[in-house]
């Protein structure tokens, strides 16, 4: 091999060396989301100075984090960082609703502090909230890494470009697809295998709304397809399982479809 391919590959390495890794980036977001819900967490604290203290370490490390990956090399990262936590009260109470539509729309919940500890659904929305938050103040690289990590924890894909409002309930989840320009509403529920997606994904297109529009108290059932950014599901709607949609739906619709089945009963004949 030539030298100047092993330069060009010594050069990434030496780049590569300042940047932390996927894992420091995640071990982040997972302080972030245990200091607001201690419930996923051992660590507690008891004084306020305690309290503020940690989240001003986690600020600044966030600040570092930026700084190091060299994807915002002209940003004001203390300003961005600081912006992300003074954020924070919104994205608690956002995230505050979301465990209520949880608890409150399956039967199986024993309670809310077990939704926080072991739905993956809220594991899922919690990064995706909190990759959103960067995400709307221009963090380029982070949120996605964040969303990503969930995604291979839980099976939940949700881009961090995606506007989410409150009230968003997953239920089981894996498999489900939220692409970057989907906008939900408020109340509304996902059952797993849901695709909002692209009617086409070429690059020319990276820039306008290809994702669907889900309006408010809207339940979309197992295996659902629903594609196209000029597709709206209008609120108050059921979308019946594994139906396939790239044109709006009107409000106070059920879509559902009828599949043949035909089920036979076998006799054994005796003689």
Not at 70 to 83: G, M, Q, T, V, Y
Not at 235 to 251: C, L, R
């Amino acid at each position: 091999m030539n030298e100047e391919f092993y330069r060009q590959i010594l050069d990434k390495q030496q780049q590569a060396a300042a940047v932390p890794s996927n894992k420091e980036i995640t071990d982040w977001a997972l302080q972030v989301i245990r200091l607001l819900y201690p419930e996923q967490s051992k660590k507690v604290f008891f004084t306020y100075p305690q309290l503020q203290e940690e989240f001003a370490k986690l600020q600044q490390e966030l600040c570092h984090i930026m700084a190091a990956t060299r994807e915002c090399s002209n940003c004001d990262n203390e300003k961005i960082a600081k912006a992300f936590f003074d954020g924070l009260p919104q994205l608690y109470a956002i995230l505050n609703t979301d465990i209520q539509a949880i608890f409150n729309g399956d039967p199986a919940a024993r309670s809310e502090f077990e939704v926080v500890r072991t739905y993956p659904g809220f594991y899922a929305i919690s990064f995706y909230r909190l990759a959103h938050s960067l995400v709307t103040l221009d963090v380029p690289l982070l949120p996605r890494i964040l969303t990503e990590h969930a995604h291979s924890k839980t099976g939940i894909d949700i881009h961090p470009g995606a506007e989410i409002d409150e009230y968003f309930h997953i239920d089981h989840g894996t498999g489900i697809v939220i692409g970057e320009t989907t906008q939900i509403g408020k109340h509304v529920k996902l059952y797993q295998g849901v695709t909002l997606g692209a009617l086409s994904v070429a690059k020319n297109l990276a820039h306008i709304k290809r994702h669907p529009t889900v309006e408010d108290n809207v339940v979309i059932y197992s295996g659902a397809t629903i594609l196209g950014g000029n597709t709206i599901i209008g609120h108050d709607s059921i979308i019946g399982g594994n139906v396939w949609i790239t044109a709006s739906v009107e409000p106070y619709s059920t879509v559902y479809h009828t599949p043949m089945i035909k089920v036979s009963k076998n006799i054994e004949k005796t003689q």
